[in-house]
């Protein structure tokens, strides 16, 4: 690495197959060369039985401390008043981009998901009779999220702005904010309502490049592209902010395969290389995702992809991969 001082990477390796997964990304940055220092931090279910608190205010702290996060799975605790610790993550370090590519051998585009406001605004009335939750949208979310799509869409086809404007009149002002960011930046693009999106994702998934959509839209959607590429093991997500960016896999913890040695590891070291990539080594990025493609091809894979490749097998041969590029 060519910075003054190493890059401090907050691992919260999490619950489930979290830890599982982790310790393979960690190995194959490890393979690559990359360097920086290591803040481990027990956050999720298992401090919580510990300490009856998930996260503590002083881990947000350390969080804010080092440039970035590279977190596992976090088993949401059985408590009625839990707050996601992964959201009070987002909310706090003001992450609102994120980007959640779908690579297979034969597709190939990206979800920008808007990360802090949507659905996920936290403002709710909770009652026994009636509940509301309050979907806020913000000229200025929309203008950022949509720049965020825009960055990506320039240097690929286009961009699809997905929403519900029919209904749902807050995607009015998401839809026109979204469509005068593309139109000053030049960035060719069409708009779809999200039912439509969530049908063609199905039957013509190659038609889209760069989707850009709310939270919730995002959140809904990002699950079934992982479908549609064959595992939500194989798919990895940044979500970035201003200085500041969290990297996981999409897949939760999984706790039905814990311990098994089968968790895919391909989302967390797909995580990881967009971590590098984000830390200023894109060409570590690139060497990685190269590996885990050659991996992928040669079949060494885990049961949710048909193979009988336990986790371990699969992180060699990303390594070995690694070594012969
Ligand atoms: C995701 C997850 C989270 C979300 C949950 C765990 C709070 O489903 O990252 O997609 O809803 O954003
Ligand atoms: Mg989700």
Redesign the pocket.
Known sequence: MSGARAKKIAVVAGDGIGPEVVKSALAVLDAAGADFEKVPLEVGLGRWKKTGQAMSDEDLETIKQCDCVLLGA?T?PPDPNYR?V??RI?KELDLYA?I?PFHSFKLDFIIV?E?TEGL?SGIEEVGEEESRTLRVITRRGSERIAAAACDLAAKRKKLTIVHKSNVLRSDRLFLKTCQKVAADRKVPAEDMLVDAVAYNLVINPGRFDVLVTS??F??IL??EAAGVIGSLGLCA?A?IGEGHALF?P?H?SAPDIAGKGIANPIGAIRSAAMMIEWLGEPETARRIEGAVEQTLLRGIATPDLGKSYKTADVTQAVIANLAKK
């Open positions: 976090i949401t996601s992964l959201l987002r994120n959640r998901r990360n996920y939270n919730l995002g959140d990002s699950d997500s979500n996981e999409i939760g």
